[in-house]
């Protein structure tokens, strides 16, 4: 197995472009979770899907945040526009189906974003 | 709501020293799953272990060992014997009332001096 595969591996752009970070989880997990690290604010949770659908999106920080996860293979958080505060590891983590909160999570490499 | 503090920053210790790394949780629930991830210099998150809130039993896992104290809402990792190789970030994390959010601790910083 390939494991959880993030794309791209870092991201660099200016403020105010769009930015798409990309996660194919692994086949058979159906539940899949965003995450952000920053030396500040540690690893905060972002999203997460179960068998495609947003369960809990309160960790969204705001209205320029967003993700889709159009089948079970892809999700995608976009950032439109981005903003030198968001800098930072966008991880991505899936999990399969197991007794409820005992979810162990697999991560991807993650991608390391810097706005300029 | 749920929270994992790690108090300790960062920790320094010489190989072969045994380390104990501190982990204190906060949840009303009474079902709930206590985790330990690693994170390398590589950067990803690697598992460790879990826990339920109905096994107090403590783990051996080679030179890793864990602590897991309801009456002080503890889930300590002991590394006996450390070696550069355990140098990482390792973070304390809980998930509570059967959902699968999970609630990471700030981590604590081990570096293993050779």
């Known amino acids: 197995d390939a494991g959880v595969i993030q794309s791209p591996r870092h991201e660099v752009t200016e403020m105010g472009q769009e930015v798409t970070l990309r996660c194919k989880p692994i086949?058979?997990?159906?539940?899949l979770f965003w995450y952000r690290q920053t030396m500040m604010r540690g690893l905060e949770l972002l999203i997460y899907f179960n068998n495609n659908v947003p369960i809990d999106d309160s960790g969204m920080p705001e209205d320029r945040f967003s993700a889709k996860m159009p089948n079970a293979s892809f999700s995608t958080l976009k950032i439109q526009p981005s903003e030198p505060r968001d800098s930072a590891v966008y991880f991505c983590a899936s999990s399969f189906p197991g007794l409820p909160g005992a979810n162990v999570l697999t991560f991807g490499a993650g991608s390391r974003l810097t706005v300029l | 709501a749920q929270k994992v503090t790690q108090a300790q920053t960062e920790i320094s210790v010489v190989e072969k020293e045994d380390v104990t790394l501190d982990c204190v949780y906060e949840t009303r629930d009474t079902t709930y799953y206590l985790f330990w991830y690693k994170q390398p210099p590589s950067g990803e998150l690697v598992f460790l272990i879990r826990r339920n809130s109905f096994d107090e039993q403590n783990e051996i896992s080679g030179r890793y060992s864990w602590n897991f104290q309801k009456s002080t809402s503890s889930f300590n990792f002991t590394i006996t014997a450390s070696q550069v190789v355990d140098s990482a970030v390792y973070f304390c994390a809980l998930s509570s009332g059967g959902y699968q959010k999970v609630t990471f601790g700030t981590g604590t910083k081990l570096q293993v001096i050779p």
């Open positions: 086949s058979g997990h159906d539940y």
